[in-house]
């Protein structure tokens, strides 16, 4: 009965007048957000573009232990419009710098015991931005069991979206991992398969505008949401973690002190160009503060386990790997799991001298896991503690690491969140690059820790090596992810297998693969190919990887469809690199402008040669006058054009 009691309550709460609609609009008047608090008090929002409703009345509003702020509010007041401006350098994105432009507006809202609550928004000419802020100062904590934040999409609209994993299940219950597969074109309102809802980004298409719903700047004192399971009628609403996705005996629903301000929850809205070339994910996050220590430098990694496994982590095996860095000029060597046990400290620190004397640099794989999973790997469970982390950090320093692989989260509840936060924050100080796997969304943290190279959330290349089914869902998983997980974030796929896997049928031919080094973002690049197998390649296509960017300083997108192919530009180095890829199994002729791209109108292409592995062709490409490219994939196939 004491459930139900402040529902009953609710029904009896007198209505109160709506507010007129507030109308905030983007620099180019594009797109608007119209602000209301129904006939309830409760607050609303809709999304118009080029006047026309893409986004229906949605909820706002949170439910605080001491207040509701869902319904029952008064407008006590609306700030001014004010523009927005920032320019930034993100090192481990699409477009090196970047800025952000957009109007901001405030609006004041207080309960009927005088509560107070502002809602902020900030239109871009991309999309729609909202968080909550509580102004009131209080040492007491407060927590919240409910956020109301809503997206109603029209009917019709369709989805792509990646379901969430439940907690502790899977291999030695790692989950949720964020590595599922996208539900491809499905009707908005499809319930979750797995029950427990759907991670961000989610993309939607309403007639001939797409939206994606994310979120940014997650501090540590919230928790990861993801939207809801159940849609009715397309009406998606934010969701909490599952109780289970904590730290032992830490918050899973946001807990803090006021003042309080919520991460960001965002729709990029236009065409399929503006959701692949947006930046909003990162131009929301909270800035760093002033740099400190060693230069962070991305680079390429050359791996061994993806397609040699825990055996490959010995001495020998890790020395050839390193001179394998050193020949295609690559920056790192990634050492995986049981370095510490088939290796040893005192060998990896000779590693680590002999790697430095050939201009490569060592990371090393840890597992962070407590008692939320069983994941046995090793070294586990060194970095629990700040103790723990500093001994180590300190020890790892003085044999000169570059970076650490940290593995096995435990999902979004608030403390967990806060574990990323004590991990980037601890590691800053000794320079450590950080990669994060089994993890969470970085939702525009590689913005604020500079040093957070990249994380996984994504079905990657080693669940490929580890069945058929995932090879054959690779093409159309790959042609999904520059539209969703990697459209902000860097994303470590460990891409690129040119030759063969073991036990597995490659679906993809080796021009997809190489096409892979352009098309995906990732602050660290880990390619999975070998040297057996790289020694295989023609050389001009290993030339091509010794030479492809580190750093992308502009992105173009040029084509493309969710799910079935892509092609994008990313200028790198002083020069364009255009990638393509087919995820369908039939051959596909793309058209491809590249004005601006090409100044020269020439440039090298890298492409499917004869059926079989391994098989390219390289020829000089002359645009004409209007700069089309004019380009058949085969089934599955990708290319490579380096313009002069």
Request: charged fraction near 20%; glycine fraction near 8%.
């Amino acid at each position: 009965m004491r459930r139900l009691l402040p529902l009953l309550l609710l029904a009896f709460v007198p209505a109160l007048p709506a507010s007129p609609v507030a109308r905030l609009e983007s620099p180019d008047r594009r797109l608007a957000v119209e602000f209301k608090l129904t006939d309830s008090g409760a607050p609303a929002y809709v999304i118009l573009r080029d006047g026309q409703p893409v986004l229906r009345e949605s909820r706002l509003g949170l439910v605080r232990d001491d207040a509701d702020f869902t319904t029952g509010l008064k407008l006590q007041g609306t700030s001014s419009v004010e523009p927005v401006h920032d320019r930034y350098e993100l090192l481990t994105a699409k477009r090196r710098v970047n800025t952000y432009d957009a109007n901001r507006q405030v609006f004041h809202l207080r309960t009927a015991a005088d509560r107070p609550m502002d809602i902020i928004f900030q239109v871009s000419n991309d999309g729609v931005a909202f968080r909550y802020f509580f102004p009131d100062a209080d040492a007491t904590v407060r927590r919240l069991s409910a956020e109301a934040s809503s997206f109603n999409f029209l009917p019709g609209t369709r989805a792509w979206l990646q379901p969430m994993s439940v907690a502790k299940t899977g291999w030695e219950s790692v989950n949720p991992c964020y590595e599922e597969y996208y539900q491809k074109d499905i009707p908005a309102g499809t319930p979750s398969p797995t029950g427990a809802g759907w991670v961000y980004p989610a993309l939607f298409r309403s007639g001939d505008t797409w939206l994606l719903v994310s979120e940014s700047s997650l501090p540590r004192n919230y928790c990861g949401t993801r939207l809801a399971a159940e849609a009715s009628d397309g009406h998606y609403t934010v969701a909490f973690p599952d109780p289970r996705e904590t730290l032992p005996g830490g918050a899973v629903n946001p807990e803090s002190t006021l003042p309080w301000l919520t991460p960001w929850r965002l729709i990029v809205v236009g065409s399929l160009k503006t959701i692949a070339e947006s930046t909003l994910g990162t131009d929301l996050a909270e800035p760093s503060g002033p740099r400190t220590g060693p230069e962070i430098v991305p680079g390429k990694a050359s791996w061994s386990w993806p397609l040699l496994g825990d055996g490959s982590c010995n001495y020998d095996e890790q020395k050839r790997f390193i001179d394998y860095a050193a020949a295609m000029g690559w920056r790192y060597t990634l050492i995986d799991a049981h370095w510490d046990k088939q290796i040893g400290y005192a060998r990896v620190k000779e590693l680590i001298d002999y790697a430095a004397a050939k201009g490569v640099r060592i990371l090393l794989w840890y597992n962070s896991a407590g008692s939320w999973c069983t994941a046995p790997q090793t070294p586990r469970s060194m970095l629990l503690t700040r103790e723990d982390r500093v001994k180590e950090f300190t020890r790892l320093q003085a044999m000169g690491v570059a970076g650490l692989k940290i593995d096995f989260f435990g999902g979004d509840g608030q403390s967990m969140i806060g574990y990323y936060h004590d991990l980037l924050q601890d590691a800053a100080p000794f320079g450590f690059l950080m990669n994060f796997h089994g993890a969470t969304l970085p939702r525009g943290w590689q913005r604020t820790y500079p040093h957070l190279m990249t994380m996984e959330a994504i079905k990657g290349l080693e669940f490929i090596t580890f069945e058929q089914q995932n090879a054959d869902e690779e093409p159309a998983h790959a042609a999904m992810l520059p539209f969703t997980r990697n459209v902000f974030d860097p994303m470590d796929f460990t891409p690129v297998v040119l030759d063969r896997i073991n036990k597995i049928e490659r679906r993809t031919t080796s021009a997809f693969e190489l096409a892979l080094a352009v098309l995906f973002t990732s602050g660290v690049q880990h390619y999975a190919e070998i040297p057996a197998g790289m020694a295989k390649a023609p050389d001009y296509v290993q030339e091509f990887m010794q030479h492809v960017p580190a750093v992308w300083d502009d992105i173009r997108f040029l084509a493309g469809e969710p799910g079935k192919f892509v092609a994008l530009a990313r200028q790198g180095d002083g020069r364009w690199f255009v990638a393509g890829i087919n995820g369908e199994a039939a051959a596909r002729t793309l058209t491809l402008d590249l004005t601006g791209l090409a100044p020269k109108n020439t440039g090298t292409l890298i492409a499917d040669g004869a059926p079989g592995n391994l098989s390219f062709r390289r020829e000089t490409i002359t645009l004409g006058s209007d700069k089309i490219l004019v380009i058949t994939l085969p089934a599955h196939g990708g290319f490579v054009l380096t313009l002069d």
